[in-house]
C-alpha cells in the first residue's frame, strides 16, 4: 500500500510513517514546514517529504491519504483531494484499522504525563522480554525511536496474561509476536472532517488515566468538554480490562461517575497504588493497598514521575508483569527527550530543554529541578506557546506555576495578554520580551556559575539553547 501523509512531521503523524514503513507500506508525506527532528528521523526511514501543501501532490496516487488535523479546509491540497474525490483517511482511524486491530492496545491518556508514563509503560514491558509496538509523543532515550511495531516475543518468555488475544498472537504453543501496543492517547481532535478526540479511536484493553484540567482551548470550550471526551473513551474499554485512574483528580472522578463498565485501580490514594518516601537518590517502595510490591530506583526527582511510575506499574501488571520486576525494570529507565534534558554545561551553567507549558507542568518542572539542585539558582525561561496559553486563558495561573524560580524569562512575542503585567507578582525577578534577541542577551548576561537555566517549550523556541550556549562560551 502506498500512503500519501499529510501534516507528516507532527509528532503522531510522523510516528504513523515511522510504523507504516516498517510495515513494509510505501510512504510519502507533506507539511507546511519539513523540519527537524521528525524530519530527520522520517528521511532516515526512507520516507519521502516534501516540502508544502502544492496539488501536483494528487499525482502521486497513493492508495490513500492520511490526513492529520493540522489540515483544514482551505489547504489547497485537501481541496483538490476533495474535488478529485480520492480516498482519504483520519491518521488515527489508519492506525486502528491497519495496526492496533487485533492487538492489545494499553492506552496513557490525561492532560499531563502522558509521554514519559507512556515511555516507562514500553520500557517495563520491553525489559520483561515482551516486545510491545508503541507510539510516544517523544523519543524515549532507551528506544531512540517515538514510534515502532510489535516484536517477536523470546521463546523463553512466557505469556502471563489472561487474554485469548495473548494466545491470538501465539502459534503451536510458542510465543511470536507481540499482541502488546502502547499508545499516547491524545484528547485532540481527530481531523477536519472527525471532531471527537484521537483516542476514541483505538479501543484500548488498558487506560491509564493520568490526570485531567483544562487545556486545547482551540478546541474545547470547557472543561466539561473535555470530561465528556474521556467518558467516550471510556465507554470504549472492555469488562475485561483495567482502568488506571489518578485517585485524587476530582475531574477525573467526575469521568467516572458517568458511568464505567471496567475495573479500576486507583494511584496516588492510600486504599490503591502509592508510593513510599523517596530517598535522596530517588528511590521509593511500590505500594498497593498498603502492602510492599517493590521499590524503584532511579535518579528521577519529584511527586510527577512518582505517580507516572505507579500508574505504568499498575498498566503493565494488567498485561502481566509482577510488580517487583516492573519496579526493577524503571531502575534502566532513561526518561524522553525533552524532559529534564541536559543540553549541555558552560562554566558551571546547566542548560535543560523541557516540554513543560501549562501552568501544572510548569510548576512540577521547577519542583523537581529544585529537589535535585536544592539551593542553587534555578533561571527559568518560558515560551508560553501552545494555543491555549497564547490566548491567556491561564494566564492567572502563570505566575504562581513559576514562584519556586530564582529568576524568571518570559518571551511574549504572539501572546493576546501583557506578559509583563502576567508576571509583575513576581517582582523584579521576572522579565518580558517581545525580541528573542533581546531576551537571549538577558538571559545570558543573568546568567552565573552554579546557575541551572531551565528552559520551558513544547516547540523548538527558536533554537534557544545552542544559541544561549553558544553566548555563554563566548562570554568566558
Known amino acids: 500500500m502506498h500512503i500519501h501523509i499529510l501534516g507528516i512531521c507532527g509528532t503522531f503523524m510522523g510516528g504513523i510513517a515511522a510504523i507504516a514503513r516498517e510495515a513494509g507500506h510505501r510512504v510519502t508525506g507533506c507539511d507546511a514546514n519539513v523540519y527537524p527532528p521528525m524530519s530527520n528521523q522520517l528521511a532516515a526511514s526512507g520516507i519521502e517529504l516534501i516540502n508544502g501543501w502544492n496539488v501536483d501532490q494528487t499525482a502521486l496516487r497513493p492508495d490513500v491519504f492520511v490526513i492529520g488535523n493540522v ?18 483517511i483520519s491518521g488515527p482511524q489508519w492506525l486502528r484499522e491497519n495496526v492496533l486491530a487485533g492487538r492489545w492496545v494499553l492506552a496513557v491518556a490525561g492532560t499531563h504525563g502522558k509521554t514519559a508514563t507512556g515511555a516507562m509503560l514500553a520500557w517495563i514491558l520491553e525489559e520483561s522480554g515482551l516486545a510491545p509496538g508503541f507510539l510516544i509523543g517523544g523519543i524515549p532515550n532507551n528506544f531512540g525511536v517515538s514510534a515502532r511495531l510489535p516484536g517477536r516475543i523470546p521463546s523463553a518468555v512466557k505469556l502471563q496474561a489472561v487474554s485469548g488475544l495473548a494466545e491470538r498472537h501465539t502459534q503451536g504453543g510458542m510465543p511470536d509476536i507481540s499482541p502488546f501496543f502502547v499508545i499516547e492517547a491524545d484528547e485532540y481532535d481527530t481531523a477536519f472532517f ?13 487506560v491509564i488515566l493520568n490526570n485531567l484540567e483544562f487545556d486545547h482551548a482551540d478546541i474545547f470550550p470547557d472543561l466539561a468538554a473535555i470530561e465528556l471526551q474521556f467518558h467516550h473513551l471510556v465507554r470504549t474499554i472492555p469488562g ?24 479500576v485501580e486507583r494511584f496516588g490514594v492510600e486504599s490503591g497504588w502509592r508510593a513510599g ?36 506499574i499498575a498498566a503493565a501488571r494488567h498485561a502481566g508483569v509482577p510488580p517487583a520486576a516492573a519496579a526493577a525494570a524503571l531502575g534502566a529507565f532513561r526518561n524522553v527527550k525533552r524532559r529534564m534534558e541536559m543540553r549541555g554545561t558552560v562554566n558551571g551553567i546547566a542548560v535543560y530543554d523541557d516540554f513543560a507549558h501549562h501552568p501544572t507542568a510548569i510548576a512540577a518542572t521547577i519542583a523537581g529541578l529544585r529537589a535535585k539542585v536544592d539551593g542553587a539558582r534555578i533561571v527559568a525561561v518560558l515560551e508560553p506557546r501552545s494555543s491555549t496559553m497564547k490566548r491567556g486563558v491561564m494566564k492567572e495561573r502563570l505566575a504562581g506555576s ?9 518571551y511574549g512575542a504572539g501572546l493576546e495578554w501583557d506578559a509583563a503585567a502576567v508576571l509583575a507578582p513576581l517582582g523584579a525577578k521576572a522579565a518580558a520580551y517581545a525580541d528573542f534577541d533581546e531576551l537571549l542577551d538577558a538571559v545570558a548576561s543573568a546568567a552565573r556559575p552554579g ?26
Not at 537555566?453 to 523556541?461: E, H, K, P
Open 402 to 410: 513559576l514562584a519556586a524560580a530564582d529568576r524568571v524569562f518570559c
Open 277 to 312: 518516601p523517596q530517598g535522596p537518590d530517588g528511590a521509593f517502595d511500590v505500594l498497593w493497598q498498603r502492602a510492599r510490591q517493590g521499590r524503584v530506583r532511579w535518579d528521577l526527582i519529584g511527586l510527577h514521575h512518582q505517580l507516572n511510575a505507579l500508574a505504568a
Open 71 to 88: 489540515v483544514t479546509r482551505g489547504n489547497p491540497l485537501m481541496e483538490e483531494i476533495l474535488n478529485r474525490g480520492f480516498p482519504y
Open 451 to 476: 546557575d541551572h537555566v531551565l528552559v520551558m517549550s513544547n516547540g523548538g523556541f527558536n533554537g534557544i539553547h545552542e544559541k544561549l550556549l553558544a553566548l555563554l562560551a563566548k562570554s568566558l
Open 194 to 206: 472527525d471532531k471527537r478526540s484521537k483516542f476514541v479511536h483505538y479501543q484500548p484493553r488498558t
Open 240 to 263: 475485561a480490562g483495567l482502568v488506571v485512574a489518578n485517585g485524587a483528580d476530582p475531574a477525573l472522578a467526575r469521568v467516572l461517575a458517568r458511568g464505567c463498565w471496567t475495573p
